[in-house]
C-alpha cells in the first residue's frame, strides 16, 4: 500500500509572510489527515520562516528546485546540502517550467534527483508531455525517455525514496485536467518504467499526477490504481482548496 502524497509548489508565489499565514491557515483543516503525506514547496526565501511551523505539525518542507552542483561560484543557486539545512524533506525537480524557460535536459535532472539524495532529500522528478507531443502519438515515447533519462542516477536501493511526478504539459495552468483515464494508462506505463528499471521496490514508488488538480476533480484522479498523490500548481495556493485536495477522500461524488 503506497502513503499518498499530495503537493504544493506555489511557484513564484507568497512572501514568507504570505506563506507562514497560510500555513496557520492550513494547519487546523488538516490536522486529522494523518493517513497522507503533506508536502509545501514555496519559493526558497519563504522556506526558512515556514520549515518549523510545518514540522511541528507533521507536514514536510519542499524546495521547488536545486543545484547539481555541491558548492562553489554558482551565483543565485541554491544546493542540496541548503535545502536539507532548512529541514527540506523533498525536492521537485525537471518541472516543466524548468525544462522549458531554463532549457533543463534529462540529463541535468538526473544530477539534480542525485544532489538531492546525496542530501537526504528525497527527489520528485517530473515528467509530461506536450501538447504537440501527445498529439502526434509519441506520449510514450517521450515519457519512456524522461523517466531513463531523469532517473539514470538513482541506485536500486534507493528508488522508493523518489517520487514520480507525472504533470501532462498540456494540463498545467490549463484549467484542462487528464481524465482519470488518460492520466491512469500514463501512470501504469510509467509503473511499468519503473519496475523494467527497478524491479520489486518499483511497486513501492509513488507517482503523482500533476495538471489543474482541485478539490472537484481530484477524488476521481486518486482513485485510480496507480495515482498515489497530487502534485498542485494553482489550486494549492488557497488554504481551503488545497485542504479539501489533502482531505481528498471526503470529495467522493465531486465533478470534473
Ligand atoms: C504544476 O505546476 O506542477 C501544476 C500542476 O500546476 P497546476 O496545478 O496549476 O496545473
Partial sequence: ?????????????????????????????VEGAKHVDVVIAPPFTALDRIGRVLAGHGLALAGQDVSAEAEGAFTGEVSARMLADLGCRYGIVGHSERRALHAET?????????????????????????????????TF??????????????????AEEIVLAYEPVWAIGTGRTA???IAQ???????????????????????????SVKPENVYALM?????????????SLDPTAFARIVRFEAEKGGAQ
Fill in 1 to 29: 500500500m503506497r502513503r499518498p502524497i499530495l503537493a504544493a509548489n506555489w511557484k513564484m508565489h507568497k512572501t514568507a509572510g504570505e506563506a507562514l499565514d497560510f500555513v496557520y491557515a492550513l494547519v487546523p483543516r
Fill in 106 to 138: 534529462d540529463a541535468l535532472v538526473a544530477r539534480k534527483a542525485a544532489a538531492l539524495l546525496a542530501a537526504g532529500i528525497r527527489p520528485i522528478v517530473c515528467v509530461g508531455e506536450s501538447l504537440e507531443q501527445r498529439e502526434a502519438g509519441r
Fill in 141 to 158: 515515447e517521450v515519457l519512456g525517455a524522461q523517466v531513463e533519462g531523469s532517473l539514470a542516477q538513482v541506485p536500486r536501493g534507493r
Fill in 179 to 181: 481524465t482519470p483515464e
Fill in 185 to 211: 494508462e500514463a501512470h501504469a506505463f510509467l509503473r511499468a518504467r519503473l519496475v523494467a528499471r527497478f524491479a520489486g521496490s518499483a511497486e513501492r514508488i509513488r507517482i503523482q499526477y500533476g495538471g
Fill in 223 to 235: 482513485a485510480q490504481p496507480d495515482i498515489d498523490g497530487a502534485l498542485v500548481g494553482g489550486a
